[in-house]
């Protein structure tokens, strides 16, 4: 598999595991968003990837722990069969289903589109939102002038 897991430390990796309440969603997206500037990312693939990653948070705080408190837990890296960089969001909490979505219920529609690969796996412990991008969508730098 090349999903990132927990455990991994290091300058190229982010891994942050925080309680599940609103702050959380801002406080993953400024960290997903500098780590995403410092993997020299093309633009459009960065923006995807901060806004996917907040898509996933948002919905662990909603959906997953909506009256107890649990845990959110962000992990992004190197994709482990190569070249490209993946990310994991999961959460200890139990899905809760939305009794009138309205205009919202996208965020796994997002993901799909988004990313090159994703997995979502809900269980018992929890929910797993798997993603990611090969290199081939990495930035090469300023084209030759």
Do not use: Y
């Amino acid at each position: 598999m090349c999903w990132p897991e927990a455990g991994h430390t290091g300058r190229v990796w982010v891994h942050e595991k925080l309680l599940a309440e609103p702050r959380t969603v801002g406080v993953l997206r400024r960290k997903m968003r500098s780590w995403v500037r410092d993997q020299d990312l093309d633009e459009e693939l960065a923006e995807s990837i901060v806004l996917i990653v907040d898509e996933a948070v948002s919905n662990a705080v909603e959906h997953a722990c909506p009256e107890w408190e649990c845990h959110i837990e962000l992990v992004a890296g190197p994709r482990a069969c190569g070249g490209g960089v993946a990310v994991l969001v999961a959460d200890d909490g139990a899905w809760q289903e939305m009794t009138a979505p309205g205009f919202r219920g996208r965020g796994v529609t997002l993901i799909g589109r988004l990313s090159d690969r994703s997995t979502i796996e809900a269980g018992a412990q929890g929910t797993k939102v798997r993603m990611c991008w090969p290199v081939e969508r990495a930035s090469t730098g300023p084209a030759p002038g």
